[in-house]
């Protein structure tokens, strides 16, 4: 969602051209689908974690997260694309494409590499090697450190850098002082959810939204549903769990085995799931960036219960606009999640809170304009 909305505010002052990884199994990607990118190309992604790449990961400069976005195709592709014409800014959706920046930058010294953190990906991957068991752990403290080393040489190298918060940018300020840094938050599309809330009647639903192929929200849907939903029923026995993302594993699909919990795999729309939503609850024990989750949530007009890792980066404040609660203190879950479901008027004051804060702080057309004004005055200020 950060990406496309990127790409939307951009393609309004400029001509952007947009060259991205395909999924196997999805159609390519085309003007029509993105009607404000002047060209849109699409390179298969490449296969990721294979042995080869496990193994190149451990002694090579380059760690595992960078060589799973390795692609000859995409370089060639970057390649011809830059040199057929005049671009001012090349920006780099995220670090993992580091490589391309490079190889075009040392083309075309006149093109400015800009990334775009979705979060600090070293800081991620760490928090993660505390999570893991070896040998997992082992691997990713390790990748840890490696990202950590290019993180900060990008820092002094590239043109700017974009980023999810203020937590991260006084973080990479501390890291390279002249870095040019600026914060576009993420954000939410709120005339899209609006109607989202549905009527103020019974509602039953506790949610849970996000992409289940990503481990944070998998790990944190197997904690709640496992350490925290069974206490929660023993309160509210007529709550129900419902688990909403794509490509859920093996692990998180088991949870519809336990009482009251539903895993619903992908699905073309998230509104219909907040439609009669209690709460919308953020598990993450683990993971980096600021979540979109939440702000959908509030967009659509359900309150937020969250572990403060999973806020980290928002505006957020404890029990005026969201309900802040530690990971692993059950009762503090249970009592939250109580309020909610015995009090209507505490609903509704977070839920007024919560609608106030996007739309005056994390609306994307709000953003979209801040990230083109940003853009605009860098290159200005550096002719």
Not at 199 to 217: E, L, S
Request: aromatic share 8%; proline share 6%.
């Amino acid at each position: 969602m950060r990406e496309f909305h990127f790409l939307r505010a951009l393609g309004l002052r400029a001509e952007v051209t947009y060259l991205y990884f395909s999924d196997p199994d999805a159609p390519p990607l085309t003007t029509g689908d993105l009607p404000f990118c002047e060209e849109v190309i699409a390179i298969p992604k490449p296969s990721a974690y294979g042995l080869a790449k496990t193994i190149t990961g451990l002694v090579s400069r380059w760690p595992l997260p960078i060589l799973n976005y390795t692609s000859p195709e995409m370089s060639d592709a970057v390649r011809r694309v830059t040199d057929r014409g005049r671009f001012d800014i090349l920006h780099l959706d995220s670090i993992h494409m580091i490589r391309y920046a490079l190889e075009a930058t040392a083309l075309h010294p006149s093109l400015r590499a800009i990334y775009n953190w979705h979060n600090i990906e070293s800081e991620a991957m760490r928090r993660f090697s505390e999570t893991a068991r070896p040998p997992k752990s082992w691997y990713a403290a390790l990748t840890a450190g490696k990202i950590e080393a290019l993180e900060k040489w990008i820092l002094g190298d590239a043109f700017g850098h974009v980023v999810c918060s203020e937590r991260e940018r006084v973080q990479l300020s501390a890291i390279a002082p002249s870095a040019r840094l600026a914060v576009i938050g993420n954000g939410v599309d709120t005339r899209y959810f609006a109607d989202a809330g549905g009527a103020a009647g019974d509602r039953r639903r506790i949610v849970f939204v996000g992409a289940m192929d990503y481990f944070p929200n998998a790990d944190g849907a197997v904690f709640f549903a496992s350490q925290i939903w069974p206490r929660i029923r023993a309160r509210l026995a007529d709550l129900e769990l419902v688990i909403v993302g794509a490509n859920p594993g093996p692990g998180v699909r088991s949870l519809q085995e336990l009482p009251g919990v539903t895993v619903t795999g992908t699905v073309p729309d998230v509104r219909p799931w907040y439609h009669e939503a209690l709460a919308a609850i953020v598990p993450l024990r683990t993971g980096g960036g600021t979540r979109l989750k939440i702000l959908e949530a509030m967009a659509a007009g359900v309150p937020v219960v969250s572990t403060p890792l999973g806020a980290e980066g928002l505006d957020v404040t404890d029990g005026s606009d969201a309900l802040i609660v530690a990971a692993a203190d059950t009762e503090g879950w249970v009592e939250r999640i109580a309020e909610l479901a015995e009090s209507p008027a505490r609903r509704q004051d977070l839920i007024r809170a919560g609608l106030n804060l996007v739309e005056t702080r994390y609306d994307w057309e709000m953003l979209g304009a801040k990230l083109r004004d940003t853009y605009a005055e860098w290159l200005s200020a550096s002719r």
